[in-house]
């Protein structure tokens, strides 16, 4: 079992940035792509951004890109999301997934069962 812990949520203005953390119990080949989703209260979990802990490629939602960087730090088992010009439609719990496949994480978050993801870090911005 791989254990994710997110950090770094918190409330920002409109056109502010915020920084999110996750870091895993350990990586694993089955699990080789780290990446986010999120879920706002009475809507469909949404893919973000997510990124293969071995080559560095990343894949990102359409409504995240320009905005948003995915990167990772494989020494501290630990991926970044760096959020630039946020907007108050970004506003949702945040969670972190490990999945064999980015494009499950960013494109099809839905078929992620409990054991795929942490504990969430809400992000709040307000306009």
């Known amino acids: 079992q791989v254990q994710l812990v997110e950090s770094g949520g918190g409330s920002v203005q409109a056109g502010g940035s915020l920084r999110l953390s996750c870091t895993a119990s350990r990586y694993t080949d089955s699990r080789n792509c780290m990446g986010w989703f999120r879920q706002a209260p009475g809507k469909e979990r949404e893919g973000v951004a997510g990124?293969?802990?071995?080559?560095?490629?990343?894949r990102y939602a359409d409504s995240v890109k320009g905005r948003f960087t995915i990167s990772r730090d494989n020494a501290k088992n630990t991926v970044y999301l760096q959020m630039n010009s946020l907007k108050a439609e970004d506003t949702a719990m945040y969670y972190c997934?490990?999945?064999?496949?980015?494009?499950?994480?960013?494109?099809?978050?839905?078929?992620?069962?409990?054991?795929?993801w942490g504990q969430g870090t809400q992000v709040t911005v307000s306009s």
């Open positions: 990124i293969y802990t071995g080559t560095g490629s990343t």
């Open positions: 997934a490990a999945h064999s496949s980015c494009s499950i994480i960013v494109d099809y978050p839905g078929v992620l069962n409990r054991d795929y």
